[in-house]
């Protein structure tokens, strides 16, 4: 029956009609590309700005080094900077610039009006929303809560002191753990307790990471971003264990803040205050409380809180075992105001310390935090541009000038920042003292080209918390750990920049720091 129907003449003709469309449809559509990529290149009001033109007429360009070559667009930047100039084009809709000088314009943090583009929020189906959770990260309340930091840096130094002769183990892993217990109990009121079990798994470092593995292929084929919620969570798991388990926190974490809604208010519970315990106590709108929108902020929270701060400690963990002049100089600081390691002092203490504030901020400097592009959109001005540029083979500099149409994006990379020779001389080596004056006091003036937290009003809101984990961890570690520390089969390409998945990441196959601790 079924061959008789292929033969009908019915039939046929509706093969044939569907076959016209398909043919019609691909023409029409194959025009409208040449249309678009002609218009681009033309008329687009980014048309006059230097760049390939595979970039200005497509996001196939783009395409090609972020996803086929595994997000290396960062270092085909730098080559068209040197071939094009201080500003240049790098998708149709999209300018990149590599004068710090022009840093503070982009990332305003004034009156003028900076937004983020939707190419790149479009990565991420979990958004943030700044204005519900960011008071919850100021300086003044990281401060009341300071004290679930101090204890959580203990507990990692006593489980790293406790793992003498069980061999090597990957510092990532650890530090993740402390991280990640950290911002739990910050945000729920309650920890993962990852630092009470016997190793270092599970944690959260994988899944995490796993999700970065995604950003880029989100980027450019959105549709894939919220594909995603309709697979079965044992397919994904299949697929890939880190990806399952991220998705896993998406069922769990739901559970975890209706516990924390339930115990609010009661007496029973946790006592201590939370990100979701106030959010929930607060004045909020109700559509703001649902439980649907409190977890996307808690996973969103979780991201940022887990590995950032653990990315930084192996970044300062390895240089300074891997410098121990530097190490001892750190270590006499830390002693002249600690007395005993147990007791660590207060975070706004800790902070005077110079060489201390030095190192942290030179760990901060090659972890480079968001790797990626950090484009930013001012509605409601043009952006005015005015430097110079020394083309290949020119001896004199070329004055340049451009202006930034209103509505369109501009970003900087913090890796081409942070690696900038005219600002960090010697830019890929370990330096404390670059941010400190020969007088010994911090640099100031150096510190505004610091982008590991982003800048202006889109600066992280984790910010403050990140900045007291890691003078309070560094110092524990430096004065109860790091004695007893050793590298294991690490060197510098385990922890230098090679691509970028949001956050910087060493070379395809590493293994990562891997640390063991000895008598």
Same mark, same amino acid.
């Given at each position: ?7 009908? !003449?019915? @039939? ?26 002609v ?21 196939l ?12 667009y ?14 240049i ?20 943090? @004034?009156?003028?009006? %900076? ?9 991420? !189906? ?13 300086r003044?309340?990281?401060q009341?809560?300071?004290s679930l930091v ?35 109990e ?8 990852f630092l ?8 959260? #470092? ?10 880029h292929?989100?980027r =450019?084929?959105? /549709?894939?971003?919220?594909l995603?919620?309709? &697979? ?7 697929l ?9 926190? $998406?069922? +769990?974490? *739901? ?19 939370s ?9 909020? *709108? ?8 409190? +977890? ?10 887990t ?16 410098? !121990?002049?530097?190490?001892?100089r750190?270590? &006499?600081e830390?002693?002249?105001? &600690?007395?005993? *390691?147990?007791?660590i002092?207060?975070?706004?203490e ?15 400097r ?5 790797? $990626?592009?950090l484009?930013?959109i001012?509605?409601?001005e ?6 110079? /540029?020394?083309?290949?083979?020119s $001896? %004199?500099?070329?004055?340049?000038? =451009?202006?930034? !149409?209103? @509505? ?20 890929f080596?370990?330096?404390?003292? %670059?941010?400190l ?7 100031k ?24 984990e890691l003078y ?7 004065l ?8 294991? $089969? ?8 090679? =691509? ?7 070379? %395809?196959?590493? #293994?990562?720091?891997?640390? &063991?601790?000895?008598?």
């Open positions: 029956m079924a061959l008789f129907h292929l033969l009908d !003449p019915a @039939g046929l003709a509706w093969q044939d009609a569907l076959l016209s469309l398909a043919f019609y449809l691909a023409i029409f559509l194959s025009l409208r590309s040449i249309f678009l990529a218009y681009r290149v033309t008329l687009h009001p980014l048309a006059k700005f230097p760049g390939p033109k595979l970039a200005a007429a497509s996001y360009y783009e395409f090609w080094f972020d996803v086929v070559c595994w997000g290396r960062t270092w085909k930047i730098i080559d068209l900077h040197a071939e094009y100039g201080p500003i084009r790098i998708n149709p809709n999209e300018l990149h610039c590599a004068d710090p000088g022009f840093v503070d314009v982009i990332y305003s943090s @004034g009156r003028s009006k %900076r937004d983020k583009s939707k190419h790149y929020v479009s990565a991420f !189906p979990i958004k943030l929303r700044r204005s519900a959770v960011s008071r919850h990260f100021t003044p309340q990281v009341k809560l300071e101090h204890r959580g840096a203990q507990k990692l130094c006593d489980k790293l002191l406790a793992y003498r002769g069980r061999g090597p183990f990957e510092g990532a892993a650890a530090f993740s753990c402390f991280t990640t217990d950290t911002i739990s910050y945000c729920f009121g309650s920890g993962t307790m009470d079990q016997d190793g270092w798994e599970p944690n959260y #470092k994988d899944p995490i990471n796993m999700f970065f593995h995604t950003v292929i989100f =450019h084929l959105r /549709w894939t971003a919220y995603v919620d309709f &697979v079965p969570l044992s397919v994904v798991t299949s890939s264990r880190g990806l399952g388990s991220f998705m896993h926190a $998406q069922v +769990t974490l *739901p559970e975890w803040i209706q516990h924390t809604i339930d115990t609010s208010g009661t007496g029973h519970g946790q006592e201590q205050p990100v979701i315990r106030e959010m929930w106590e607060s004045k909020l *709108p109700a559509e703001e409380k649902e439980i649907g929108r409190l +977890t996307a902020e808690a996973i969103s929270i979780m991201i940022g809180g590995e950032t701060t653990a990315t930084v400690l192996c970044v300062v963990t390895f240089h300074l075992l891997s410098k !121990p002049a530097l190490l001892e750190l270590r &006499v830390l002693s002249s105001i &600690v007395t005993d *390691p147990l007791h002092p207060r975070w706004s800790l902070e005077k310390l110079p060489f201390l504030s030095a190192t942290i901020l030179e760990g901060l090659l972890m480079y935090g968001s790797s $990626q592009r484009p930013r001012a509605p409601d043009d952006l005015m541009y005015t430097g110079s /540029w020394s083309p290949k083979g $001896q %004199r500099p070329t004055e340049v000038a =451009h202006t930034i !149409p209103r @509505g369109y994006a501009i970003g900087m990379s913090s890796f081409i920042m942070h690696s900038d020779e005219s600002i960090f001389p010697n830019a080596d370990f330096v404390p003292e %670059r941010w004056h020969d007088s010994g006091e911090r640099n003036e150096l510190e505004r080209y610091l982008l590991s937290f982003a800048k202006g009003s889109r600066q992280c809101v984790g910010m403050q918390l990140a900045y007291c309070v961890t560094i110092t524990a570690l430096v109860r750990v790091m004695p007893h520390l050793e590298l294991y $089969q690490t060197d510098i390409s385990d922890i230098a920049y090679d =691509h970028d998945e949001i956050k910087a990441n060493a070379k %395809r196959g590493s #293994k990562g720091l891997r640390l &063991v601790v000895v008598e």
